[in-house]
């Protein structure tokens, strides 16, 4: 198994406090990636990273920010967290970005109240 | 953009079952194609992929055949197990090389002895 650890597994928090999610990788693999799972959504990438400092948005990171400060760690914050961020987050990372496998962590249960 | 639709569920078979998971894809290039299982608890795993028109991929008596004229990716399995219920997710790689995947919205497989 890829060595992918989440961080909190699970949380509860309120509207408007701040969380962060951290995933941490042992491959040295250099892309990695945040998801959200949403029933009738699928996945849906929030934000991805190819390389240290290299962030770039995805199709939902409205209210999300990320930082990648080394190859193994990258987080997820949500500044003032909502009631509509309560999801499942899972952490992904790739070795390379052509037509590869994404491997992916075992996600972070995050309800806002 | 490019998207992916899968036939929405529950789907619930009987042991030893035939079974047919629909997944067409809306693309403006040609993407490689995958098909992601996600066990209760836990994070999506590859179960497999193809990367050109025709290819077939399989792993552990699933298969699904890239079909460029009618865009689509279909899963099948001959005779289903208890152990393969699951959520199983259809994806294609977003083209703009960056490794990211855009993700359907799964289908919830529930196999009954």
Excluded at chain 2, 48 to 64: I, M, P, Q, V, Y
Aim: net charge negative; with cysteine.
């Amino acid at each position: 198994d890829a060595g992918i650890t989440q961080s909190p597994r699970h949380k509860v928090t309120e509207t408007g406090t701040p969380v962060t999610l951290r995933c941490h990788q042992t491959e040295n693999h250099r892309y990695m990636y945040w998801y959200r799972q949403d029933p009738g959504h699928g996945l849906r990438l929030i934000h991805y990273s190819y390389g240290v400092k290299d962030t770039d948005k995805g199709e939902v990171s409205d209210g999300y920010s990320v930082s990648r400060s080394k190859t193994e760690d990258f987080l997820l914050t949500l500044e003032s967290a909502t009631s509509s961020q309560t999801s499942v987050y899972f952490c992904a990372i790739s070795e390379s970005r052509g037509a590869g496998e994404l491997f992916f962590g075992e996600g972070s249960r995050l309800t806002v109240l | 953009g490019d998207s992916v639709t899968q036939m929405e569920g529950p789907v619930t078979l009987s042991e030893e079952a035939f079974l047919t998971i629909n997944c067409t894809y809306t693309a403006t290039g040609y993407p490689s194609l995958f098909w992601y299982v996600q066990y209760p608890g836990e994070g999506l795993q590859l179960l497999l992929k193809a990367t050109k028109a025709d290819d077939k991929g399989s792993n552990k008596g699933f298969e699904a055949t890239y079909r460029k004229e009618t865009t689509s990716f279909h899963l099948e399995k001959g005779s289903v197990q208890v152990s393969d219920s699951a959520v199983y997710f259809c994806a294609l790689s977003d083209l703009s090389n960056t490794g990211k995947l855009i993700f359907g919205q799964g289908t919830t497989l529930q196999v009954k002895p």
